[in-house]
């Protein structure tokens, strides 16, 4: 049994970072891709980024620059730092996991969902 549990959401000016974690317990890490995607009020789930169990990257492009995803398969974690906030980025944002998903993966086929933490970025 998988579950995900994210940590390091609050409340930063803009301009200001955070760095948000996801432990993940039950799975075999290493083959386990990683994302994290972000809901605000009113609006779909959208992907930020993802680490898949190769190592390779991806991200949504207006984030580039600004947020890092990175994970540490002994911790069994994956991190987002976030930098530059701004309003905008305020959400809710959910750690998701699935094993063995490749580039082009879809929100659909994240098995995993952890409960979400709470990001606001204040004016």
């Known amino acids: 049994q998988v579950q995900l549990v994210e940590s390091g959401g609050g409340l930063v000016q803009a301009g200001g970072s955070l760095r948000l974690s996801c432990t993940a317990s039950?799975?075999?890490?290493?083959?386990?891709?990683m994302a994290w995607f972000r809901q605000a009020p009113g609006k779909e789930r959208e992907f930020v980024a993802a680490?898949?169990?190769?190592?390779?990257?991806d991200s949504t492009d207006s984030m580039k620059g600004r947020f890092t995803i990175s994970r540490d398969n002994g911790k069994n974690r994956v991190y987002l730092q976030m930098n530059s906030l701004k309003p905008e980025d305020t959400a809710v944002y959910y750690c998701?996991?699935?094993?063995?998903?490749?580039?082009?993966?879809?929100?659909?086929?994240?098995?995993?969902w952890g409960q979400g933490t709470q990001v606001t970025v204040s004016s």
């Open positions: 998701a996991g699935a094993y063995w998903l490749r580039p082009g993966a879809r929100r659909n086929d994240y098995i995993y």
């Open positions: 039950g799975p075999t890490f290493s083959s386990f891709t």
């Open positions: 680490i898949f169990y190769s190592g390779t990257i």
